[in-house]
Nanobody, 129 residues
Framework: QVQLVESGGGLVQAGGSLRLSCAAS????????MAWFRQAPGKEREFVAASRWSGSSTYYATSVEGRFTISRDNAKNTVYLQMNSLKPEDTAVYYCAADPPSGLYSANYYRRADVYDFWGQGTQVTVSS
């Protein structure tokens, strides 16, 4: 089993930045695909960003590309989401997710919430206008 704990959320003004962290325990996640999803009130959970196990391939939702960056520190068993130029529409609970190694897939695979076996509890991000 893998336990994921997110941190780094908070309240920030539009245009500001936050860095979310996702600390994994239980197993080393260096070979796992890792992703961030978010869910705003009254909306479905949506894909934000993903990193394949090597970190060499990353994927982003169109709405955050160019503003958000996913990275991983395998030595710390931690994944990050750097969020810049935040907008009020980025307000949501952000979740970290992990997918055990199972092969190489297309970009669309990593955008699907149902492929991730392990999830954190989420961290709230609120962007004020």
């Amino acid at each position: 089993q893998v336990q994921l704990v997110e941190s780094g959320g908070g309240l920030v003004q539009a245009g500001g930045s936050l860095r979310l962290s996702c600390a994994a325990s239980g197993r080393t996640v260096s070979s796992y695909a890792m992703a961030w999803f978010r869910q705003a009130p009254g909306k479905e959970r949506e894909f934000v960003a993903a990193s394949r196990w090597s970190g060499s391939s990353t994927y982003y939702a169109t709405s955050v590309e160019g503003r958000f960056t996913i990275s991983r520190d395998n030595a710390k068993n931690t994944v990050y989401l750097q969020m810049n130029s935040l907008k009020p529409e980025d307000t949501a609970v952000y979740y970290c997710a992990a997918d055990p190694p199972s092969g190489l897939y297309s970009a669309n695979y990593y955008r699907r919430a149902d492929v991730y076996d392990f999830w954190g509890q989420g961290t709230q991000v609120t962007v004020s206008s």
